[in-house]
C-alpha cells in the first residue's frame, strides 16, 4: 500500500490513514482496527487491495496512540478513538459507508454508526466485542482500574505484555450499548469463530438480539479462533464485505 497521508484534528493532532476514493459511485468502507492493532493488519490490507480491485472506496485509520498517529496510547479511550473515526469519515469521504470492526472495533463501529446514522449503509462485525470493559474483567481487576491502577495481561500475540489503562476502562463503561435496545436498523454481518478463547461467540447472538435491524445474520466460524486471519476466513470477510458493497442503494 502507498505510505500514510496525516488528517489533523482540532486539537493538532495528527492521524495517519490511507485512503482509496474509487472509481465507482458505491459505498466506502471504513475499517476499525482492535484494541492496540493498527491499519498495517492482514484484515485491513486486504479490505484496502479489495477495494482498489472492485473500484469502491476504503479508508483505513490508525487511532491516536496507535502506528503512525499522534498522541500516547495512556490518553486513548472509545470516545476519543470514536471521535477520529467520525471526523475522518466527514471529512475524507462522501456517499455510504460500509463499517467494518474487528474486536473492540466491532464496539467502535457501533458508536460511530449510531453518530453517522444515514450515512451507514451496512455493519460487519468480527469477533464484535462491545462492552467488553464489563464482561471481560473481573472483580479484581475492575476494582484495580477504578480505583486508578494500570491492569496488564499477558500478549499472546507479542512479548510485552497488554495494558488496560483506567480511562480506557472507565469511557468504555460509559459506553455501554448491550444493556439496551441499539437503535441501527441497517444491513448486519457478524463473523465470530466457535473457538474463540478472548470474545464468547454467544455474544454476536447477544448483539443480534439488541440491535433493531431485522437484516442480522451471525456466521459462526467452526474451529476459528478470534483472529479469524487465515486465507479462507479472510475470504468469508471479503465476499461477506462485497456483497453488502454492491447492494448499496
Known amino acids: 500500500m502507498a505510505e500514510p497521508q496525516f ?23 471504513l475499517f476499525l482496527p482492535g484494541y492496540m ?3 498495517s493488519g492482514g484484515k485491513a490490507t486486504a479490505l484496502f487491495d479489495q477495494a482498489q480491485t472492485l473500484g469502491h472506496g476504503c479508508l483505513l485509520l490508525d487511532y491516536s496512540g496507535c502506528g503512525e498517529s499522534d498522541g500516547a496510547f495512556t490518553d486513548g ?3 476519543r478513538w470514536a471521535d477520529e473515526a467520525v471526523t475522518l469519515a466527514e471529512g475524507l469521504t462522501d456517499g455510504p459507508l460500509v463499517l ?19 450515512r451507514v449503509a451496512a455493519l460487519v462485525g468480527i ?8 464482561w471481560g474483567f473481573d472483580a479484581r481487576e475492575q ?23 483506567p480511562l480506557f476502562w472507565a469511557d468504555g463503561q460509559a459506553s455501554r450499548l448491550l444493556g439496551a435496545p441499539i437503535p441501527l436498523t441497517c444491513p448486519m454481518r457478524l463473523l465470530h469463530g466457535q473457538a474463540d478463547d478472548v470474545v464468547p461467540p454467544a455474544l454476536s447472538l447477544r ?3 439488541r440491535l433493531a435491524s431485522a437484516d442480522v445474520q451471525v456466521t459462526l466460524v467452526k474451529d476459528g479462533d478470534h483472529r479469524l486471519s487465515t486465507p ?8 461477506t464485505v462485497a456483497a453488502l458493497v454492491e447492494s448499496t442503494p
Do not use: C, K
Not at 469477533?127 to 464489563?134: K, S
Open 100 to 118: 467494518v470492526g474487528s474486536s473492540m472495533g466491532g464496539w467502535l463501529m457501533l458508536l460511530v454508526a449510531l453518530r453517522l446514522r444515514q
Open 127 to 134: 469477533a464484535p466485542a462491545p462492552d467488553f470493559t464489563d
Open 232 to 239: 479462507e476466513q479472510i475470504a468469508l470477510l471479503l465476499r
Open 7 to 29: 488528517f489533523a484534528m482540532p486539537d493538532g493532532r495528527r492521524i495517519a490513514f490511507r485512503l482509496t476514493r474509487g472509481t465507482r459511485p458505491v459505498a466506502t468502507v
Open 207 to 209: 448483539l443480534a438480539d
Open 143 to 165: 476494582a484495580l482500574l477504578a480505583s486508578g491502577g494500570t491492569l496488564l495481561r499477558p500478549n499472546d500475540y507479542g512479548h510485552e505484555p497488554t495494558p488496560t489503562h
Open 77 to 79: 479511550s472509545l470516545t
Open 37 to 39: 492493532s493498527d491499519m
